[in-house]
């Protein structure tokens, strides 16, 4: 029978067609190793999407703070009607919680979330290679750190990538994916894919101190702390006149808070090392970490905050 005009272009579009293969279309088991706020935030993020996940932590005592903080974080969101007690319940159904390692042996996708340390981050690596099969892929969730060397200690380089989600994670709809000297097509692929099914726009980048977001953004917090040093003008004075200025969300000062300044500090420290003088730490963000003012975690930082990490005016 002949085919019409419309079936043959219709032929003709879909010829080369190639279906996505099973193995890319969903990782079905996560671990995220690391349930601080970046970790608790990532955990958040893919159970929020429909996936299982297992949170590791290193003992029970902070296990059971990342869980307390979790549901915190949750309930803070039905109170501004982000969110029903049902979804809260759902998210929660689909953690796992535990402090041992062992327990992400069978997982396709292993996220680790630790902090910017990296005989910490090797230690891991290692481990992990040792009892996960060789299809498992390790992510590092670094913003400053080598992939390269840190997959070094792996015997599995291909599989090694960055994914640099930005704090809060289940809010910010970006992820740099981040490639290593070795990390194959089919990783960065794979690893894509899952980033998308979890709601994140890709931006891929190639290993460099910093990637994009980091490198970029550490000198304005670093001259915002400068300029407040100075006696130029107040904290809240600088993060107004950058958010109405310059159509921020959030000004500087309470950007760092949120980031947490020791991260921030650990981030400019390494990028001073790195890349220079320009990202040398301001002194007074080395004195508010000397202090324990880090920020929203703590509930100080360059402003005061609640329990729920909103500013105290």
């Known amino acids: 029978m002949k085919q019409n005009s419309g079936e043959l272009l219709k032929s003709e579009i879909f010829s080369d067609f190639k279906p996505i293969s099973e193995d890319l279309q969903r990782i079905k088991n996560v671990a995220v190793i690391g349930v601080g706020v970046m970790g608790r935030g990532i955990v958040q993020a893919i159970a929020q999407a429909g996936f299982d996940v297992i949170a590791v932590e290193k003992n029970e005592e902070s296990l059971n703070i990342s869980k307390e903080k979790l549901e915190e974080a949750l309930d803070y969101e039905i109170q501004r009607w982000a969110m029903t007690k049902s979804e809260k319940k759902s998210i929660l159904n689909r953690i796992e919680w ?3 390692i062992e327990d992400v042996k069978e997982c396709e996708l292993v996220i ?3 902090d910017e340390d990296f005989e910490l981050k090797k230690l891991i690596f290692k481990k992990l290679d040792e009892i996960c099969p060789p299809h498992t892929i390790f992510v590092s969730n670094t913003s400053t750190l080598s992939l ?3 997959s070094e200690v792996t015997k599995r380089p291909d599989k090694i990538i960055g994914m640099h989600f930005l704090n809060p994670v289940p809010k910010v709809p970006l992820v740099e994916l981040v490639r290593a000297l070795k990390t194959s097509d089919e990783t960065f692929k794979k690893v894509k894919a899952f980033a998308e099914q979890i709601g994140k726009t890709v931006v891929e980048v190639y290993e460099y101190p910093g990637f994009v977001t980091t490198r970029v953004i550490v000198p304005m917090l670093n001259e915002a702390m400068h300029v407040l040093m100075e006696g130029i003008a107040t904290a809240e004075g600088i993060d107004t006149a950058m958010k109405l ?3 921020f969300q959030m000004g500087p000062l309470e950007m760092a808070d949120t980031m947490g300044l020791d991260e ?3 981030w400019m420290e390494t990028l001073y090392r790195e890349l220079g003088e320009k990202y040398r730490p301001c002194p007074l963000l080395r004195k508010l970490v000397r202090e324990g003012k ?4 703590t509930g100080e930082g360059f402003f005061k905050y609640d329990e729920y990490g909103r500013k105290i005016t």
């Open 98 to 100: 535990t402090t041992n």
């Open 112 to 114: 680790e979330a630790v």
């Open 148 to 150: 390269t060397k840190i």
């Open 245 to 247: 200025g310059y159509n």
């Open 264 to 266: 921030v500090l650990t």
């Open 294 to 297: 880090l920020g929203k975690k």
